[in-house]
């Protein structure tokens, strides 16, 4: 049963207009998330992480949200670029119990046309 | 630094034939990890390792053996491979002492079984 969701497998956005990728999770123990990004032929990469003591984690164009009570957290690109298109990965962590492993959603696919 | 690396990039089995694939890492990291990402599943854990001389199933660890002789190689073996092992699969690393448990990935090695 997967504890990390991502429901929407692709996104297509305008350059220069938001994007938002979803999750959500199930696990009530998760107090940290990530989010990777994956282009083809490379491994995932590090984007932005967020505490579960925060609600928004801001870097440059990207911001993550988290709402736990309703166990969901957005990723935010503001304003998108073509080089933005990539795979993007939510993950979570339990890091009281599971020694460092991160459970994966699916990913979506984002997008981004001139 | 030259992070996580893995050995090789692509491969060509048959059926029943076995393998090792090979991860390096750099950073002196404890943990390691490994990975498959088929379309649509998103990164599941094969098995993990918490330090040298240790080794844990993770979500899909049927078929494949692992070994951390030494603390900056994990190896992934296939004794017996199958078609269903068709994959990329990705290695990670991550610090035992961070706080956030971001995971380092290498560049993939793409698996065709036949």
């Known amino acids: 049963d997967q504890q990390v969701k991502q429901n929407s497998p692709s996104l297509s956005v305008q350059e220069g207009r938001i994007s938002i990728l979803n999750c959500d999770y199930t696990?009530?123990?998760?107090?940290?998330f990530l989010w990777y990004k994956k282009y083809p032929a490379e491994g995932p990469t590090f984007l932005i992480s967020i505490s579960s003591i925060k609600d928004k984690n801001e870097d440059g164009r990207f911001t993550v949200f988290l709402n736990k009570s309703a166990k969901h957290l957005s990723l935010h690109i503001v304003p998108s670029q073509p080089g933005d298109s990539a795979v993007y990965f939510c993950a979570a962590s339990d890091r009281g119990s599971t020694l460092g492993r991160l459970y994966f959603g699916r990913g979506t696919q984002l997008t981004v046309w001139p | 630094n030259a992070g996580v690396t893995q050995t090789p990039k692509f491969r060509v089995l048959k059926t029943g034939q076995s393998m090792t694939l090979l991860c390096a890492q750099d950073?002196?990291?404890?943990?390691m990890y490994w990975y498959r990402q088929d379309p649509g599943m998103g990164l599941r854990l094969i098995h993990y390792?918490?330090?040298?001389?240790?080794?844990a199933k993770g979500e899909v660890p049927d078929g494949y053996n692992v070994s951390r002789l030494k603390k900056q190689n994990f190896l992934l073996g296939l004794e017996s491979a199958a078609p269903s092992q068709t994959s990329v699969y990705f290695c990670a690393s991550s610090k035992h002492e961070s706080l956030t448990y971001e995971q380092y990935f290498g560049p993939g090695t793409r698996l065709t079984v036949t």
């Open positions: 950073m002196n990291h404890e943990y």
């Open positions: 696990n009530s123990m998760f107090d940290y």
């Open positions: 390792s918490v330090g040298e001389g240790t080794t």
